[in-house]
């Protein structure tokens, strides 16, 4: 932790703290002078408690060490999320060139990111697959994981939809219990929200209704009120799961309440998105 001394020293001063007024309660201002100046470490739970009297997260703070410049585990996640959003196919299977080369040693989290990417361009190129066994081993190291970080969230969200269903109601279910520390990080929050927001979406797709309601009350108790886009989405896929129970008009005011918001708010792409995919519901209805 020596680096993190001396960065640790030029924030606290960038931020007019003293020595003595940061050390206080936590340990001794020689301590924090001798890390500071690189000469001794300090344990991990210190460092916290010093991070939060400057008012810097550990997150704000690895950013800065890294001369604010993401780390290449965020660069790379950032990077696949950018060009699957963008629909860009022949990126996405160039850096899977990438990231296969960089796997040569055989490193589990190069060998996800690689299943991961596989994934996603098999979304796009629906004549791109993996094999049963590529989806084996992304079910099997996240059932091997007891506590969840961000990275198995995000593995497991941008990978769920090749699953099988028996799988993805395990995973879903396990998430709400294996997640509960991270639950109060912000971020993590978001995405297992999103998670659960995809779990029933592929349920209902599936038209497997009876799990889509099963996820849809723990879904509606992770969601704060802020949480404007996200309730959206719920009450779509609420509209959905009722219109596919019976209640037709009930269901389909949900869902068109939904797109006409988007188009209020000025949200063109995903008024059209949503209303696609109403049209794909009504549709299915009238054919069977």
Same mark, same amino acid.
């Given at each position: 932790?020596?680096?993190?001394?001396?960065?640790?020293?030029?924030?606290?001063?960038?931020?007019?703290?003293?020595?003595?007024?940061?050390?206080?309660?936590?340990?001794?201002?020689?301590?924090?002078?001798?890390?500071?100046?690189?000469?001794?470490?300090?344990?991990?739970?210190?460092?916290?408690?010093?991070?939060?009297?400057?008012?810097?997260?550990?997150?704000?703070?690895?950013?800065?060490?890294?001369?604010?410049?993401?780390?290449?585990? +965020?660069?790379?996640?950032? $990077?696949?999320? @950018?060009?699957?959003? %963008?629909?860009?196919?022949? =990126?996405?299977?160039? /850096? #899977? *060139?990438?990231?296969?080369?960089?796997?040569?040693?055989?490193?589990?989290?190069?060998?996800?990111?690689?299943?991961?990417?596989?994934?996603?361009?098999?979304?796009?190129?629906?004549?791109?697959?993996?094999? +049963?066994?590529?989806?084996? $081993?992304?079910? @099997?190291?996240?059932? %091997?994981?007891?506590?969840? =970080?961000?990275?198995? /969230? #995000? *593995?497991?969200?941008?990978?769920?939809?090749?699953?099988?269903?028996?799988?993805?109601?395990?995973?879903?279910?396990?998430?709400?219990?294996?997640?509960?520390?991270?639950?109060?990080?912000?971020?993590?929050?978001?995405?297992?929200?999103?998670?659960?927001?995809?779990?029933?979406?592929?349920?209902?797709?599936?038209?497997?209704?009876?799990?889509?309601?099963?996820?849809?009350?723990?879904?509606?108790?992770?969601?704060?009120?802020?949480?404007?886009?996200?309730?959206?989405?719920?009450?779509?896929?609420?509209?959905?799961?009722?219109?596919?129970?019976?209640?037709?008009?009930?269901?389909?005011?949900?869902?068109?309440?939904?797109?006409?918001?988007?188009?209020?708010?000025?949200?063109?792409?995903?008024?059209?998105?949503?209303?696609?995919?109403?049209?794909?519901?009504?549709?299915?209805?009238?054919?069977?």
């Amino acid at each position: 932790m020596n680096d993190f001394g001396k960065i640790f020293k030029k924030v606290r001063e960038n931020r007019n703290f003293s020595q003595r007024k940061v050390a206080n309660g936590i340990l001794s201002p020689s301590l924090l002078s001798d890390f500071e100046n690189g000469e001794r470490d300090i344990k991990l739970v210190r460092f916290y408690h010093i991070l939060e009297k400057i008012g810097v997260t550990f997150e704000e703070f690895i950013h800065i060490a890294n001369d604010y410049e993401f780390s290449g585990f +965020q660069r790379i996640l950032h $990077k696949v999320s @950018d060009l699957y959003q %963008s629909g860009n196919e022949i =990126a996405l299977k160039k /850096l #899977l *060139l990438e990231e296969t080369a960089k796997n040569k040693n055989e490193d589990i989290y190069h060998e996800l990111n690689c299943l991961m990417i596989k994934v996603l361009i098999s979304e796009i190129d629906k004549g791109f697959t993996l094999s +049963q066994k590529e989806k084996d $081993k992304i079910t @099997d190291y996240l059932v %091997s994981i007891y506590d969840w =970080a961000y990275y198995e /969230l #995000l *593995l497991y969200n941008n990978t769920m939809r090749v699953l099988g269903s028996p799988v993805i109601r395990q995973l879903s279910e396990a998430m709400l219990s294996f997640t509960k520390f991270y639950k109060e990080i912000p971020r993590n929050k978001n995405l297992m929200i999103t998670i659960m927001l995809n779990t029933m979406i592929i349920f209902v797709d599936r038209k497997e209704v009876d799990d889509a309601i099963k996820f849809r009350q723990a879904t509606e108790h992770l969601m704060a009120e802020t949480d404007i886009f996200e309730r959206a989405m719920f009450l779509y896929i609420s509209g959905a799961i009722d219109f596919y129970r019976g209640k037709i008009d009930e269901g389909k005011k949900k869902m068109e309440d939904v797109i006409d918001i988007f188009e209020k708010v000025g949200s063109v792409n995903l008024a059209r998105d949503y209303q696609q995919g109403y049209d794909e519901i009504i549709n299915s209805a009238k054919e069977t």
